[in-house]
């Protein structure tokens, strides 16, 4: 699990019986500029990926009910394009319902998409912060003390969006006492700090979300778990290359 506004990560309780993880999401629609916003999709398509060749459940939170705004499509990469094509993802994201709905116990882990909505509404939900600080059995602050990364500001100049966002999350992480560590701009970088794991980027969510799971499950994901499995959901899961998960 990240803290709100930070790229796609994770953090595992590595306790009690829940077989499901929780994928928080944005519901911001588009930017004060105009600009589309919502969750980066593949942010939250690796994790269901991932909680499906696990065996596990999945459901949706964000900060407001109703199908969240969906940014970052690129259908040409298969995993998106299974999440935007899959009947039970689109009724459990128009069921989308906020974190107080939700008890701690009620997952093993939590993941968070990250993307430009979610630096607007995740840090000021108040039901959010409440559930994550809940999570993590020690409760304060989530970042405080602990090696994190996310978003650089470098990367916002490059991608020409420094005068669009509403702060440089590396800044507000520094602000809020994390060590913040970054790699080069749009490539892969992630962190880990006990069982909280950071992805610097879009680039990171595969790593961020495979390293998030192993913590979770106490063990790696099958070799082919981005591409390799369907879910009938009703609690198994079948592939073609990779044995039953359990």
């Given amino acids: 699990m990240k803290e709100p506004g930070e790229s796609g990560a994770g953090t595992a309780r590595g306790e009690g019986p829940a077989r499901r993880g929780l994928i928080v999401v944005s ?43 969906i940014g970052g499509v690129d259908r040409s990469d298969l995993p998106q394009r299974l999440f935007l ?50 999570f993590h059995a020690g ?18 100049e490059a991608a020409g969006l420094a005068a669009t966002v509403p702060f440089f999350l590396d800044e507000a992480l520094r602000e809020r006492g994390a060590h913040y560590e970054s790699g080069e701009p749009f490539t892969p970088h992630v962190v880990r700090d006990g069982n909280l794991v950071t992805g610097q980027n879009p680039a990171s969510a595969e790593e961020a979300t495979a390293l998030g799971m192993r913590l979770a ?26 044995g039953n998960v359990r």
């Fill in 27 to 69: 519901g911001v629609a588009r930017l004060p500029s105009g600009r589309q916003a919502g969750f980066w999709l593949p942010e939250a398509a690796y994790p269901w990926r991932a909680l499906l060749a696990a065996g596990w459940d999945f459901a949706f939170a964000g900060t407001r009910e109703g199908t969240p705004q």
């Fill in 85 to 134: 094509d899959d009947a039970t993802v689109r009724e459990r994201l128009a069921a989308t319902t906020t974190a107080d709905h939700y008890g701690p116990a009620d997952f093993g882990i939590v993941l968070i998409a990250g993307g430009h909505g979610a630096m607007l509404d995740l840090p000021e939900d108040p039901r959010l912060a409440d559930f994550l600080t809940r």
């Fill in 139 to 156: 409760g304060g602050v989530l970042v405080a003390g602990r090696r994190v990364t996310g978003f650089s500001r470098a990367e916002e």
């Fill in 217 to 242: 499950l106490g063990r790696e994901l099958p070799g082919n778990w981005l591409i390799g499995h369907t879910r009938n959901y009703a609690g198994s899961v079948r592939s073609g290359t990779v």
